[in-house]
């Protein structure tokens, strides 16, 4: 159980194009989602947090009109990135909140490529 | 703000020998969880062991155990009988609650290389 999935996998885009990437928890509703960033042999920094049927909550520095942060249902948050330019490029990882359980469980992450 | 330190960005160790990663971190609540995670090559954040705040008892999963020192803030990950598959980095997080509930914070990565 308590397993999260994230789609595209990778993904290339031109520069000045948005992408939308999707998280999904499959087995479980999550009513928090988390959205980080990550560049190669670098920690996670965290982007935003995604609740239910309200406003994400941006970290310090991040821009909310750049990354737009969609968590319409229990079990699906989407991040878009508008656009995107080369500096846009890093791997980026969800993780959803399970009820109960005090953890949170990664999706696999999406690789954007902006060229 | 939590912040969490891992002083060590690389570590190496022999197949079947021990490596111990260290991890300290601040956080002014009394009640949290801990966790190592481990990240292969294929980027997929793994959890390796968790420990609530509030046992005294450390955490041990298999070939993996913490050194859990609560007033120190120390939380440390001792690996036993090093495998080739153990190469990985590892990161240390504690999930905060408060107004942030179920928040990680993550320390800056130990890159462990296992040596046939």
């Known amino acids: 159980g308590a397993v999260v999935s994230q789609h595209p996998s990778r993904v290339i885009c031109k520069s000045g194009t948005s992408v939308k990437i999707e998280c999904r928890s499959l087995?479980?509703?999550?009513?928090?989602m988390f959205w980080y960033r990550q560049f190669p042999k670098k920690s996670l920094m965290l982007m935003a947090t995604s609740n239910e049927g309200s406003k994400a909550t941006y970290e310090q520095g991040v821009e909310k009109d750049k990354f737009l942060i969609n968590h319409a249902s229990l079990t699906l948050s989407t991040l878009t990135v508008t656009s995107a330019h080369p500096e846009d490029s890093s791997f980026y990882i969800c993780?959803?909140?399970?009820?109960?359980?005090?953890?949170?469980?990664f999706g696999p992450g999406t690789r954007l490529t902006v060229l | 703000a939590q912040t969490v330190t891992q002083s060590q960005p690389e570590m190496s160790v022999q197949e079947a020998e021990t490596v111990t990663l260290s991890c300290t971190y601040d956080t002014s609540e009394s009640d949290y969880y801990l966790f190592w995670y481990k990240q292969p090559p294929s980027r997929q954040m793994i959890l390796v062991i968790r420990q609530e705040a509030y046992k005294q008892q450390n955490a041990t999963e298999n070939r993996f155990s913490v050194n859990f020192q609560k007033a120190a803030k120390s939380f440390s990950l001792k690996i036993s009988d090093s495998q080739l598959g153990d190469a990985a980095m590892y990161f240390c997080?504690?999930?905060?609650?408060?107004?942030?509930?179920?928040?990680?914070?993550f320390g800056q990565g130990t890159i462990l290389t296992v040596h046939p």
């Open positions: 993780s959803a909140l399970a009820p109960g359980y005090n953890e949170q469980f």
């Open positions: 997080a504690p999930l905060t609650g408060g107004t942030s509930y179920g928040k990680l914070t």
């Open positions: 087995d479980f509703q999550a009513t928090t």
